[in-house]
């Protein structure tokens, strides 16, 4: 086509015309013609390879799966505390200098004219002067004073340590009043007396009421003592619902020193007689 433009620019016109013609071709020439691949540049053609331009698709870039949190492994759970277990064999119960000694009428002392070593006098009120093992001692004083202090009223002994000669005198008294039934049901016959342990005390108000009496029980100081006496280390010993155990009549004034750790245990448990705690045969009435 620039060659048809050209030829004709020569044809029949003057060189000034020409020169025009032909400037304005070549302008023409300068225009890029997009169609069948021709470019012509500066009044020259020429063929480009012009295959259209092929945009790389873009990579589908899979977002990046971020790694797996590791799952903790289930750890074990650390082992439970072992629940405190009481030591049932920590004192002897046969033992007559132990604490937990288990003195009924299938159990006599050994020997039966057992006297303890460590007794001392017992600094609290009395209606008789009272001797204790030195353990039982300190701990009966706490009880008095602790007593006193929440309720506002006192207590006092009425008898504690009886040896045997001094436990052959009141059984034999017993037995002429009440008979050998009577004397069986509320004195224990020489040997086989709690209060022989030095570990026992009979308690009473102060001044006197009820004193030795079942009626103790319904007191404001026999209801504290046989709610509280378990803190001091003290058993009520012959509850009036275990008769057939422990072969005595009711004495809610008759406590027995055994030790904290067994009185709670007791306590806590629901256990009111030695005999039943130990798994011991009842003991109603002498073998």
Not at 58 to 86: G, I
Request: with cysteine.
């Amino acid at each position: 086509m620039l060659g048809i433009v050209l030829e004709q620019s020569r044809r029949g016109a003057s060189p000034r015309v020409r020169r025009r013609r032909a400037l304005v071709a070549v302008t023409a020439g300068l225009l890029v013609l997009i169609g069948g691949g021709a470019v012509v540049l500066g009044g020259l053609t020429g063929r480009a390879a012009s295959a259209p331009a092929t945009t790389a698709a873009p990579t589908k870039t899979e977002p990046a799966t971020p790694p797996a949190e590791p799952r903790p492994s289930p750890s074990a759970s650390p082992d439970p505390a072992p629940a405190p277990t009481f030591d049932r064999a920590a004192h002897s119960i046969d033992d007559p200098n132990s604490i937990w000694v288990v003195v009924d009428k299938l159990r006599p002392l050994n020997p039966t004219d057992y006297s303890p070593d460590d007794l001392v006098d017992v600094p609290v009120p009395f209606a008789n002067s009272p001797q204790l093992r030195q353990e039982a001692s300190d701990a009966v004083v706490s009880l008095f004073a602790a007593f006193t202090a929440e309720t506002g009223l006192a207590l006092q002994s009425q008898s504690a340590y009886r040896s045997f000669d001094a436990q052959t005198r009141v059984y034999n008294n017993d037995l002429v009043n009440l008979g050998q039934a009577g004397a069986d049901l509320s004195t224990a016959r020489p040997g086989t007396s709690e209060h022989q342990t030095g570990l026992t005390i009979d308690i009473s108000a102060q001044p006197g009421q009820c004193s030795l009496n079942a009626c103790f029980a319904d007191t404001p100081h026999g209801q504290w003592l046989a709610a509280n006496a378990w803190r001091f280390g003290y058993l009520l010993r012959y509850p009036a619902d275990k008769i057939p155990v422990t072969g005595y009549e009711f004495e809610p004034w008759h406590f027995r020193y055994i030790g904290i750790d067994l009185a709670t245990e007791m306590h806590s448990e629901g256990v009111t007689t030695l005999e039943e705690f130990f798994g011991l045969p009842a003991a109603p009435s002498y073998g």
